[in-house]
T-cell receptor, first 113, second 110 residues
Framework: KAGVTQTPRYLIKTRGQQVTLSCSPI?????VSWYQQTPGQGLQFLFE???????NKGNFPGRFSGRQFSNSRSEMNVSTLELGDSALYLC????????????FGSGTRLTVV | KNEVEQSPQNLTAQEGEFITINCSYS?????LHWLQQHPGGGIVSLFM???GKKKHGRLIATINIQEKHSSLHITASHPRDSAVYIC????????????FGPGTRLSVLP
């Protein structure tokens, strides 16, 4: 069965621009969560969606937003990009977190110049 | 102080050695996960624990809820085990909100 698919794999953007990342979960998984990984801060939780509703949110500014569609695919958007937003962005899907295991995607590596 | 700590930070072992990575946490949790991240970034979820012990192949994970401590053991280590191992906890009453440890970088030499 197909895994979690994140697109694009790599992205270069300029400061001030906005970016949209996509995550397609495993078929049947209704929970999608997003994470940011940087060398300085490590892995940090961004937000989680379940059945098109944001269920939980980490401690990130409002420039970071997301949504989930009826087919459980999710997008995250970062507006007014800053150099510090350069990171690996990972998503994970689950049948219904937190009681079920997670499957992670390969990530999108965003570079802001 | 970080809510989730891991030790050691870096570990180099010879092929075949028994390896232990430790995780301690300071918050109430509903579950603890061990994750493996290879160069390139992909993460694999190895274990989800809320009590006791789990085993999968050469990997064993244990958790002591009273002591707020978990260990990941690798028996008969192999160079393909070289990766970063990350402990992540789901805090009580916070739904799906992981707090991650800093990771342990393991290198297994042939």
């Amino acid at each position: 069965k197909a895994g979690v698919t994140q697109t694009p794999r790599y992205l270069i953007k300029t400061r001030g621009q906005q970016v949209t990342l996509s995550c397609s979960p495993i078929s049947g998984h209704r929970s999608v969560s997003w994470y940011q990984q940087t060398p300085g801060q490590g892995l940090q939780f961004l937000f989680e969606y379940f059945s098109e509703t944001q269920r939980n949110k980490g401690n990130f500014p409002g420039r970071f937003s997301g949504r989930q569609f009826s087919n459980s695919r999710s997008e995250m958007n970062v507006s007014t990009l800053e150099l510090g937003d350069s990171a690996l962005y990972l998503c994970a899907s689950s049948l219904n977190a937190p009681n079920y295991g997670y499957t992670f995607g390969s990530g999108t590596r965003l570079t802001v110049v | 102080k970080n809510e989730v700590e891991q030790s050691p930070q870096n570990l180099t072992a010879q092929e075949g050695e028994f390896i232990t990575i430790n995780c301690s946490y300071s918050v109430g949790i509903s579950a603890l996960h061990w994750l493996q991240q290879h160069p390139g970034g992909g993460i694999v979820s190895l274990f989800m624990l809320s009590s006791g012990k789990k085993k999968h192949g050469r990997l064993i994970a244990t958790i002591n809820i009273q002591e707020k401590h978990s260990s990941l053991h690798i028996t008969a280590s192999h160079p393909r085990d070289s990766a970063v191992y990350i402990c992540a906890v789901l805090r009580d009453n916070y739904g799906q909100n992981f707090v991650f440890g800093p990771g342990t970088r393991l290198s297994v030499l042939p």
